[in-house]
Every structure is written in structure tokens, then in C-alpha cells.
Nanobody
Framework: QVQLMESGGGSVQAGGSLRLSCVVS????????LAWFRQAEGKEREGVAS???????????YYSDSVKGRFNISIDNARKTLYLQMHNLEPEDSAMYYC?????????????????????WGKGTLVTVSS
């Protein structure tokens, strides 16, 4: 049974940092595309970052233009945890953040970005950035 559980959200001031965590279980990380999405109230879901194992000791990361240079996605295999480190947060980053898993091929192809091909989702963690 695949399970994803996010944590780490909270309220911060603009310019601050947060690290989101997503504990994953029930699937093989190296076979899949793992990603973070966010959805602000009244807005469409946005793919923020994705992570995939390409080969032993090698992985790929993709970021949306809105977070590139500020966010970093990583995984701790021993702890089975996906992270999203967020720096220099802006009020526009306020949203519910979700981690998700889908077929590995969609990381490289870009098919992960709209979320439609992702299969499993966590329940989300809320990030609020005040100006």
C-alpha cells in the first residue's frame, strides 16, 4: 500500500525558509517520479519540483521557473523521505503543498508537471508566507 505523508508547513515571513518532508512507503523509489505540487486558493495546481533516480548514484531534478534557484528537492533513501527545501520565500509561494508519485518516465518527459499522470498523493501541508 502506497502512503505519502507530508509535514513541515507553517507560517513564515517573506525571505524566510522552510523544509517540507514527505515520508513515503509502499513503492520502490528508483522506479518512480517523485514530485512536489502546490495549489493556492483559487488557482490551478502547479508542479513545483520533481526527482527521479536515473542510474545508480545519479538522479534528475526539475523545477518550475517560479521556484528555480530558491527551492531544492532531495531524497533520503534511508529515511524514505522526500524533502523540499524552500529559501527566500515570497507571499506568492503560499499554498497547500502536496507530494506525489508517478511512473518514472514522466520525470524526464515533463509529463509530471500538470499532475494528471501522477498516481498517488499525500494530503498536503500548508505554507503561508506573509509580507
Amino acid at each position: 500500500q502506497v502512503q505519502l505523508m507530508e509535514s513541515g508547513g507553517g507560517s513564515v515571513q517573506a525571505g524566510g525558509s522552510l523544509r517540507l518532508s514527505c515520508v513515503v512507503s509502499g513503492f520502490i523509489v528508483s522506479d518512480n517520479c517523485l514530485a512536489w505540487f502546490r495549489q493556492a486558493e483559487g488557482k490551478e495546481r502547479e508542479g513545483v519540483a520533481s526527482f527521479a533516480v536515473v542510474a545508480v548514484g545519479s538522479h534528475s531534478q526539475y523545477y518550475s521557473d517560479s521556484v528555480k534557484g530558491r527551492f531544492n528537492i532531495s531524497i533520503d533513501n534511508a529515511r524514505k523521505t522526500l524533502y523540499l527545501q524552500m529559501h527566500n520565500l515570497e507571499p506568492e509561494d503560499s499554498a497547500m503543498y502536496y507530494c506525489s508519485v508517478g511512473p518514472g518516465v514522466f520525470c524526464a518527459s515533463g509529463g509530471w508537471r500538470d499532475g494528471a499522470r501522477m498516481v498517488y498523493w499525500g494530503k498536503g501541508t500548508l505554507v503561508t508566507v506573509s509580507s
